[in-house]
């Protein structure tokens, strides 16, 4: 997009330099990834160690694994066109609370259906949080650096997974499963005045809202965009935000392929996801392993996700995203695979899921950071928001059918095999899209952006 065709804010907000503003509001949503990664995790963890305590079989905590991730999709949903009425920033902060008030009442819990109820509740706030933080780290990075820093951004959510098993490891022997949603509870409640405190409101949001004194002034003076936003104001569309219906802006203006590629592509990966996170350590559990040593191995998924960020970068700024992640997500199912069919020594099953967790949660970090550069910056929450919304129907799916087949008695070998289908299928939908989209070139972006092409 070419900065002649832009607005004066526009032109500054895509240009902009990657300073201290930018770097803490990085920080902070990084931190939300990963208070969001441990959170998702903890009921997996935990589930092995539920079930020796309330004497329930394994397949019984199935509810609470769906209900947890029906509570992400509604929060997925619901939070992009409640960032663009009431701002980023205050959805944030609300979403970290929700989190970790209901991640410590999960440590109280007495019955699986207080559980469940509880982890639909903490579902909520983690479904808000993790398009939230994306839009808001787009928002104060440059267009040139975006796709990584999301992706890094995004491989908090990954760490978070990781620590998940970690602690999970060291406080079941000593605390039990209380102690771990506990943890997951006390981190998101700290996050909240640092947010209050540190992060600061999108500019579009408060140049749209009239907020252009006080707190905010001083805020464009520490962007270097004060003269960009004094031009801004007296141009009533200058600003790139929703108007109308986010949603439907979705399937208007050519971006309709693309959203439904991304959708399917999210769906079939993020039922491998959490499938595969869910039943790990349950599954390695009755295959042998003492929960806490299940509950270790199980993280490995999570950590191949974060370190994945290392080579998946270079790729991508070398080969293209549709090339590098279509690769990526085909041979997760080589490594599904080979935990399947294969017998393998302990230490190489962990470097598999560890591979395992780098093709599927690695790529989907990839993902995230891709679809903030489909689309313009007033659809951007709504269109990250409303993949993971449509990836979250998979994320159900998976536990369910993991659940589901568990219960008629399948090996879990069995079931973890199925899951090289829908790696083949997103690495098939991310191919299409490479295609389809291309080259972010300055052509295809103005005619994506056709309001601001006219000011």
Request: hydrophobic content about 55%; aromatic content about 8%; some cysteine.
């Given at each position: 997009?070419?900065?002649?065709?832009?607005?004066?804010?526009?032109?500054?907000?895509?240009?902009?330099?990657?300073?201290?503003v930018?770097?803490?509001?990085?920080?902070?949503?990084?931190?939300?990834?990963?208070?969001?990664?441990?959170?998702?995790?903890?009921?997996g963890?935990?589930?092995?160690?539920l079930?020796?305590?309330?004497?329930?079989?394994?397949?019984?905590?199935?509810?609470?694994?769906?209900?947890?991730?029906?509570?992400?999709?509604?929060g997925?949903?619901?939070?992009?066109?409640?960032?663009?009425?009431?701002?980023?920033?205050?959805?944030?902060v609300?979403?970290?609370?929700?989190?970790?008030i209901?991640?410590?009442?999960?440590?109280?819990?007495?019955?699986?259906?207080?559980?469940?109820?509880?982890?639909?509740?903490?579902?909520?706030?983690?479904?808000?949080?993790?398009?939230?933080?994306?839009?808001l780290?787009s928002?104060?990075?440059?267009?040139?650096?975006?796709?990584?820093?999301?992706?890094?951004?995004?491989?908090?959510?990954?760490?978070?997974?990781?620590?998940?098993?970690?602690?999970?490891?060291?406080?079941?022997?000593?605390?039990?499963?209380?102690?771990?949603f506990?943890?997951g509870?006390?981190?998101?409640?700290?996050?909240?005045?640092?947010?209050?405190?540190?992060?600061?409101?999108?500019?579009?949001?408060?140049?749209?809202?009239?907020?252009?004194?006080?707190?905010?002034?001083r805020?464009?003076d520490?962007?270097d965009?004060?003269?960009?936003v004094?031009?801004?104001?007296?141009?009533?569309?200058?600003?790139?935000?929703?108007?109308?219906?986010?949603?439907?802006?979705?399937f208007?203006?050519?971006?309709?392929?693309?959203?439904?590629?991304l959708?399917?592509?999210?769906?079939?990966?993020?039922?491998?996801?959490?499938?595969?996170?869910?039943w790990?350590?349950?599954?390695l559990?009755?295959?042998?392993?003492?929960?806490?040593?299940?509950?270790?191995?199980g993280?490995?998924?999570s950590?191949?996700?974060?370190?994945?960020?290392?080579?998946?970068g270079?790729?991508?700024d070398?080969?293209?995203?549709g090339?590098?992640?279509?690769?990526?997500?085909?041979?997760?199912a080589?490594?599904?695979?080979?935990?399947?069919?294969?017998?393998?020594?302990?230490?190489?099953?962990?470097a598999?899921?560890?591979?395992?967790?780098?093709?599927?949660?690695?790529?989907?970090?990839?993902?995230?950071?891709?679809?903030?550069?489909?689309?313009?910056?007033?659809?951007?929450?709504?269109?990250?928001?409303?993949?993971?919304?449509?990836?979250?129907?998979?994320?159900?799916?998976?536990?369910?059918?993991?659940g589901?087949?568990?219960?008629?008695?399948?090996?879990?070998?069995?079931?973890?095999?199925?899951?090289?289908?829908?790696a083949?299928v997103?690495?098939?939908?991310?191919?299409?899209?490479?295609?389809?989209?291309?080259?972010?070139?300055?052509?295809?972006?103005?005619?994506?952006?056709?309001?601001?092409?006219?000011?």
């Open positions: 997009m070419h900065e002649a065709l832009l607005s004066p804010i526009e032109a500054a907000l895509e240009g902009q330099r990657f300073r201290g930018q770097l803490r509001v990085f920080v902070l949503c990084t931190l939300i990834q990963v208070s969001d990664g441990f959170d998702i995790s903890t009921v963890m935990a589930a092995p160690a079930s020796h305590a309330w004497g329930l079989p394994a397949a019984s905590f199935t509810p609470a694994f769906v209900m947890s991730l029906v509570g992400v999709l509604v997925a949903l619901l939070s992009g066109p409640a960032s663009d009425r009431l701002g980023r920033k205050p959805v944030l609300a979403c970290a609370a929700i989190i970790g209901f991640s410590l009442s999960s440590a109280f819990a007495g019955s699986l259906m207080q559980l469940t109820a509880l982890r639909f509740l903490t579902g909520i706030g983690i479904g808000g949080a993790m398009p939230t933080s994306v839009a780290v928002d104060y990075t440059p267009r040139r650096h975006r796709a990584t820093v999301v992706m890094l951004s995004f491989t908090g959510a990954t760490l978070g997974g990781f620590f998940s098993g970690q602690v999970a490891a060291l406080i079941l022997p000593v605390y039990g499963w209380q102690g771990v506990a943890i509870g006390l981190v998101p409640l700290a996050l909240v005045p640092a947010l209050l405190l540190g992060a600061p409101e999108s500019v579009r949001f408060l140049i749209a809202r009239g907020k252009l004194s006080g707190s905010s002034a805020l464009f520490k962007l965009i004060t003269q960009a004094a031009r801004a104001a007296n141009m009533p569309h200058g600003v790139d935000i929703a108007r109308g219906n986010p949603v439907a802006a979705l208007r203006d050519g971006f309709a392929p693309r959203t439904l590629l959708w399917i592509a999210y769906f079939a990966n993020l039922l491998n996801m959490f499938l595969l996170g869910s790990m350590p349950t599954v559990h009755l295959s042998g392993e003492t929960p806490a040593a299940a509950a270790f191995a993280s490995m998924l950590l191949g996700g974060a370190l994945s960020a290392l080579y998946l270079p790729l991508i070398r080969f293209g995203a090339r590098t992640l279509s690769v990526n997500f085909a041979a997760g080589l490594f599904i695979a080979a935990i399947s069919l294969i017998a393998l020594p302990h230490l190489a099953l962990l598999v899921i560890f591979a395992a967790g780098a093709a599927t949660s690695g790529s989907q970090n990839a993902t995230n950071a891709f679809a903030a550069t489909l689309y313009p910056a007033r659809i951007r929450t709504t269109g990250v928001g409303w993949a993971l919304g449509a990836g979250r129907f998979g994320g159900i799916s998976g536990p369910l059918l993991g589901i087949l568990l219960g008629l008695g399948w090996s879990p070998k069995l079931i973890f095999l199925c899951c090289c289908i829908p083949l997103a690495a098939a939908c991310i191919a299409l899209l490479g295609r389809r989209v291309g080259p972010r070139d300055a052509a295809a972006f103005e005619r994506e952006t056709p309001q601001l092409a006219r000011l």
